[in-house]
């Protein structure tokens, strides 16, 4: 009955929208009058009451020549907000002409008190009303949800006999209408995947994931939740409701203080409406939000930290125009995003500009407690990406390789499809802490908890279906007994990580000094105005034979004294002339040589580049220049046994044994997928099956071939 309720008092107000404004705005513009009447409708109905005590005050307050009023307001009004104008909303149904409805309605806004002024201005709310009462609209607006019909009161309406009339709409269920109608007017704009609020089983889930494992350790006192991109503030209020409610069942008493950042101007005047509409004055006011205030170029919160953090960030969506207010990639300076880890000062959390997602994570990372009991533990939605975007060395994976070597990752959990409004995508739930109980240190859970779900009547927006309440006790009883399971699957935190290898082979070139080929290095000799080595290069065939020269090393030789005695110096730049446009690759041919080292330097070591060989009758130890185009990468996890070199030996030296690996290419990256871990491959048909379906079709066509091509004759 509560839904219906709640569905009918959406449909009306989505309503007003068709009846009164069809005509004076696209569709898409709709939201911009109706979301900020609606917040208006409920604070005046919640004010109502309290109306003339508020007056009364402010009299008293004018005539006192009280400057800082607005506490003694507050108090006056019973909330944390008020409204010192002599009208109501009801005050203004009966106004002879537009331009006095105008001036009293203008009047009417300007007298709530500043916190409500900071919605007004986000919705830019004011901007609209020239145009509605001009067009004779503004009326037929205020009339609309003053309808007798609609109740977005937080009181019954009663009958004159005492009865309900009409049942009051509590902060949840007002909650629940705002947020409906912003689905339904995004779905209308057809907005980006994740600009929405999360829907509100994945927000218990999420919730219930940070709280019950800290449940029987959550003591009488104070905490602080956080969301980095709290759109409507949802995802804060109901982690407050599950935290109160599971300390109430622990006989604990706790108090909550929420803050959250929002950067969409409209979703945050919601959030802050909303706040205030459930007396959470103070939470309100640790609401920051407009477009000037970026999570990820402004911080809010710089200094604070905080017990409970969880968020559901944009994902997919570009940060570019952050990275360059921060001073871009090479300027940034931000401890959150550049810190130090294993030894690097400046290691980068850096992502692609075209995806910030993990940065959201990152910034909570920063604000995490670290000298409490409980710490912190965080919770936050990401699509797939997060898990695998981004080689080794690169921001995305250097994020997952700090949090996994910190041991501050607990569990990654794999949602239904289509479980949010706008987006089919897979979605996941990163699950962190760093105080992790004794028995998880070093390990990591991954729970695949995509066929856990109910489905929906009635699809909303692209959302097919939810998490019922026995889904989320049951991934929650999966995540809390950390066992191995179908659903469960835990390892060791090496075993997402991997160093990635740079792989060289050596460069081989053999010379020939046929009529051709030094025709057409004199050409490119022409052409690079080297027209000394152009005349060099017309006596090394006699000098030198026609080739070909297997060895390079040996033909430069001869020819660096064939130059000396011409005059003629080879510099760096006609070296490589004739690496590049005289020699050519042959796999067959000697090694370059790039660097010979001193008797007793070095030591063989073939591995890692260093070969042993002869040269003018004497042993020594060399590097060969390396061939960029046989140049590989190979990813060697870091669970491999014997490590780096066991690999190269086991999966690279049997198909090219002159390969070595270069030891300053070395770098750790981490990705995790849930694929490799949780796929079911389908069974085979077996030979019987098939023959049967086979002889069906055979059956079912029985004439038809011969019907096509005739019948021999």
């Known amino acids: 009955m509560i839904e219906n309720n709640l569905n009918w008092i959406t449909n009306f107000i989505w309503g007003i929208a068709d009846d009164v404004l069809r005509d004076l705005y696209v569709r898409g513009k709709y939201r911009d009058v109706i979301l900020p009447m609606t917040v208006l409708r409920r604070l005046d109905a919640v004010l109502e009451p309290t109306k003339q005590a508020v007056l009364d005050m402010k009299v008293a ?62 919705f830019e709310f004011r901007n609209q009303i020239p145009r509605l009462s001009k067009a004779d609209a503004l009326g037929k607006v205020i009339e609309k949800f003053l309808d007798p019909s609609l109740n977005l009161s937080p009181n019954p309406v009663i009958n004159g006999d005492g009865s309900i009339k009409l049942p009051g709409l509590d902060n949840h269920g007002m909650g629940t209408v705002f947020e409906e109608l912003i689905r339904r007017f995004n779905e209308e704009n057809n907005e980006e995947a994740g600009e929405h609020w999360t829907p509100r089983d994945a927000v218990k889930l999420m919730a219930r994931l940070i709280f019950l494992p800290v449940a029987d350790r959550i003591e009488s006192g104070t905490y602080l939740l956080y969301d980095g991109a709290c759109g409507t503030g ?25 803050y959250g950042q929002e950067i969409n101007a409209e979703t945050y005047a919601i959030a802050k409406a909303d706040f205030l509409l459930k007396g959470e004055g103070d939470a309100a ?39 360059e207010r921060m001073g871009g990639k090479d300027g940034i300076k931000d401890p959150r995003f550049v810190t130090e880890h294993k030894g690097d000062p400046e290691y980068s959390l850096l992502t692609r500009s075209s995806d910030g997602q993990m940065l959201f994570l990152v910034n909570m990372l920063s604000k995490m407690k670290h000298d409490t009991k409980l710490g912190s533990r965080i919770a936050e939605v990401h699509n797939g990406s997060s898990l695998f975007t981004g080689d080794a060395g690169q921001g995305e994976s250097n994020i997952r390789r700090r949090i996994i070597e910190n041991d501050w990752l607990e569990a990654i959990v794999a949602l239904p499809l289509n479980m949010f409004y706008n987006t089919g995508i897979a979605t996941y739930i990163w699950v962190l802490t760093n105080r992790k109980p004794e028995h998880r240190q070093g390990k990591v859970q991954l729970i695949d908890a995509t066929q856990w779900y109910r489905p929906l009547r009635k699809n909303l927006g692209k959302k097919n279906c939810e998490l019922s309440d026995e889904d989320i006790r049951k991934i929650c009883e999966t995540f809390l007994v950390f066992e191995e399971s179908e659903q469960s699957k835990i ?46 290069i017309d006596t090394a065939p006699v000098d030198l034979g026609p080739g070909p020269h297997n060895d390079f090393n040996t033909f430069l030789s001869s020819f660096e004294a064939l130059a000396s005695r011409a005059g003629v110096k080879l510099t760096a730049k006609r070296l490589k002339l004739l690496q590049n446009s005289l020699a050519r690759k042959d796999e067959s041919a000697v090694p370059v040589i790039k660097k010979v080292y001193k008797p007793g330097k070095a030591e063989a070591d073939p591995l890692h580049g260093r070969f042993e060989t002869t040269m003018d009758g004497k042993l020594c130890v060399v590097e060969y220049e390396p061939d960029t185009e046989l140049r590989d990468t190979e990813q060697v996890p870091l669970l491999e046994k014997g490590g780096i070199e066991a690999f190269i030996q086991r999966e690279v030296l049997p198909y090219a044994g002159d ?23 389908q069974p085979l048909r077996s030979l019987e099956e098939i023959r049967a379906d086979i002889l069906a079709l055979e059956k079912e066509t029985d004439g038809l071939l011969d019907e096509i091509i005739g019948r021999g004759e």
């Open 659 to 681: 390969a070595w690996i270069d030891e300053s290419s070395i770098k750790t990256g981490y990705e995790i997928s849930f694929t490799r871990y949780f796929y079911k491959p």
């Open 61 to 122: 307050l004018d005539r006192a020549d009280i400057k800082n009023q607005d506490q003694p307001l507050r108090q006056a009004a019973g909330q944390a907000f008020y409204n010192t104008s002599q009208f109501t909303l009801n005050d203004l149904r009966s106004r002879a002409s537009q331009q006095q409805l105008k001036a009293d309605f203008e009047a009417y806004l300007d007298g709530f008190s500043p916190n409500v002024q900071d919605i007004l201005d986000n």
């Open 234 to 258: 949802g995802m804060l209020t109901v982690a407050e409701e599950e935290l109160k409610q599971l300390a109430e069942e622990n006989e604990k008493q706790v108090a909550t203080h929420l």
């Open 491 to 536: 390892f060791p935190n090496a075993a997402f990580g991997y160093w990635k290898v740079t792989v060289e082979r050596p460069l081989r070139l053999v010379v020939d000094l046929t009529p051709d080929a030094t025709a057409n290095f004199r050409k490119a000799c022409m052409e690079a105005k080297e027209e000394q080595l152009a005349t060099l």
């Open 285 to 323: 006011d640790n609401l920051v939000g407009g477009p000037e205030y970026s999570t990820l170029a402004n911080d809010a919160f710089p200094a604070h930290e905080f017990d409970f953090m969880l968020s559901n960030p944009p994902y997919g969506k570009s940060w570019k125009s952050d990275l």
